[in-house]
């Protein structure tokens, strides 16, 4: 069927609107056309069936939920892509972006899977998955200094290559092992090193990416322009993007980690209140995050109190942390005993609760375990006062609350002296820290999560006056 008059179509289009079973049908003809264009368009389709899954095949659920970090999105109600593809080679993609355009289904590109809300494999439209599973390959030029990875590759398999080559070198992005190259380099990547250094995007020095056309592009061909949009602006926005380079930067051979806890009793809230002056300005070697959650009562599981978890990272040895930190800030209580030196890998497992002994764990695709969350972010321009963390505290008693935490992320040092408009990323000078709200739960049950979800919700709104708006932010990015 060639041209359709326009008699036909309406008659589709009533048969299309009439009958329920029309939808799968037209479903079914839209997988029926990418298959059949695949066969067309890959003249040795043997070549590339073997990654290829449509939901009949006993391995399709396998493929989908194995870079699935929420459970949130793989419940039977979520909508699933008509079929995966984990192409194993640059040349398979082109003819993927073709066959999806000719039968009018959309293309989700998920590398780590890691989106907040899943957006790399979820959608209400027709769509197909291509997933970066098998492009994991992290080139490091020690000499150099830069490193070529592959947008499927994690984070944690790209630390390990870094310093399997060096161990004084490193890339500032982010904490959890399990996150792709592909969604975290395109959105920014922050992480404990970017108060020395800056984010993950900041370093990214050439991409190589396929435009709708199937052009595989550099960043000479690409043009700055686009070039600019994608270390930030999301890379699915704009192309598939098939790997990056990086420059990599300097650390030293050993680093220092201390976690000091607080609870309220222990002053948690006044700490929690000086940090907010002390961690964005201090010593941009030294990078000091704040966990706060609830303390419940081994029985039932009752609030008790909050306990605040002060982890850090410093690019030095303890004794030149030591000094620092109890001068700038004695609050914190700091003691030799509490600080231990290790390597700038060993902090990666550190700070993700992994045996420090154990590097291997970082190459791992999947984590331990998965569960259903949600977060939501804020960013902090101005010290949040005492009694609006007493009140979030009063919010953390609901038995909602059981499993949520706040995150409190430090910004400021390089943060600051990179331009706002260097890259699509606006939190820069006088941004003080970033708030990450998150809760977790164990069950499929809709109601409890309903009510979780809620309650995270009312704890967003409570602080929405105190954090940044940044309306004009927002403004100029859509002008630029
Ligand atoms: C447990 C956890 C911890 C996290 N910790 C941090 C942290 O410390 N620092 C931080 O900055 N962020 C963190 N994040 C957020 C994370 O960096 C982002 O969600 C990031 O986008 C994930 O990249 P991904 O490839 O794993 O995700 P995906 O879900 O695979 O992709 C995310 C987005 O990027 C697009 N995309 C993926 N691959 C490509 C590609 N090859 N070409 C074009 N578009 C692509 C997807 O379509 C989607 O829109 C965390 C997330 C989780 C779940
Ligand atoms: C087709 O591809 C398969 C797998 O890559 C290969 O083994 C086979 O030799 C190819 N056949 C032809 C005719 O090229
Ligand atoms: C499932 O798909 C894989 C990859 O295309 C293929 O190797 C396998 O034979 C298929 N299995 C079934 C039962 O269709
Ligand atoms: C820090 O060290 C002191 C002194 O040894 C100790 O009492 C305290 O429990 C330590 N704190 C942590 C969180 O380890
Ligand atoms: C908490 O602060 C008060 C007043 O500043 C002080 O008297 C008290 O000793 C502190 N408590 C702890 C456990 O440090
Ligand atoms: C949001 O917070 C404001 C006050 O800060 C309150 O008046 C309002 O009821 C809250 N809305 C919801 C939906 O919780």
Request: aromatic residues 12%; hydrophobic residues 40%; proline residues 6%.
């Amino acid at each position: 069927m060639k041209t359709t008059t326009p008699t036909l179509s309406t008659i589709f289009l009533i048969l299309f609107l009439t009958f329920s079973w029309s939808r799968a049908a037209s479903v079914d003809d839209q997988v029926d056309r990418f298959l059949t264009c695949l066969k067309e368009e890959f003249h040795n389709y043997t070549s590339i069936s073997s990654l290829v899954y449509t939901p009949t095949n006993s391995s399709y659920s396998s493929v989908l939920q194995y870079s699935v970090q929420n459970l949130r999105f793989v419940t039977e109600s979520t909508p699933k892509p008509l079929v995966i593809i984990t192409p194993d080679h640059e040349s398979q993609i082109p003819p993927l972006i073709y066959c999806a355009k000719e039968s009018h289904i959309q293309i989700r590109t998920r590398s780590g899977g890691h989106d907040f809300e899943g957006v790399s494999y979820v959608t209400e439209v027709s769509f197909v998955v291509i997933d970066f599973i098998k492009f994991d390959k992290v080139i490091v030029d020690a000499e150099q200094k830069t490193a070529w990875v592959e947008a499927g590759a994690t984070l944690g398999t790209l630390y390990y290559r870094i310093v399997e080559k060096s161990p004084t070198l490193a890339f500032p992005a982010g904490a959890c092992p399990t996150i792709g190259a592909g969604g975290h380099f395109s959105g920014g990547g922050y992480g404990s090193l970017h108060r020395k250094y800056g984010l993950a995007a900041d370093h990214v020095i050439d991409a190589r990416i396929i435009d709708v056309n199937g052009r595989i592009l550099d960043r000479e061909s690409m043009g700055e322009d686009l070039f600019w949009a994608i270390r930030g602006g999301g890379g699915a926005s704009f192309g598939i993007i098939l790997g990056y380079k990086i420059q990599l930067v300097d650390v030293p051979e050993t680093v220092t980690v201390f976690s000091v806890q607080k609870t309220l009793e222990e002053n948690a809230t006044q700490i929690i209140h000086r940090w907010q002056y002390i961690a964005p300005n201090i010593d941009p070697r030294l990078f000091i995050l704040v966990r706060v959650a609830r303390v419940n009562s081994d029985q039932d599981g009752a609030y008790i109190t909050m306990r605040a978890a002060f982890t850090a990272l410093f690019l030095g040895g303890i004794d030149t942390l030591l000094p620092l930190v109890q001068e700038s800030f004695p609050e914190l209580g700091l003691v030799r005993e509490n600080c231990t030196e290790i390597s700038w890998l060993q902090s990666i497992s550190y700070f993700q609760g992994f045996p420090i002994n154990l590097p291997e764990m970082l190459l791992n695709r999947q984590q331990p375990y998965v569960g259903y969350f949600k977060g939501k972010a804020d960013y902090v321009r101005e010290p949040i006062p005492e009694y609006v963390f007493e009140g979030i505290w009063e919010l953390f008693k609901e038995p909602d609350a059981k499993d949520a935490d706040i995150v409190l992320i430090p910004y400021g040092g390089k943060m600051d002296e990179i331009p706002e408009s260097a890259i699509p990323f606006p939190h820069r000078a006088g941004t003080l820290y970033k708030i990450l709200y998150a809760t977790y739960w164990s069950n499929a049950n809709a109601q409890d999560a309903d009510k979780i979800l809620s309650w995270l919700r009312g704890l967003y709104n409570y602080t929405t006056p105190y954090v940044s708006k940044s309306p004009e932010k927002l403004t100029s990015i859509i002008e630029i």
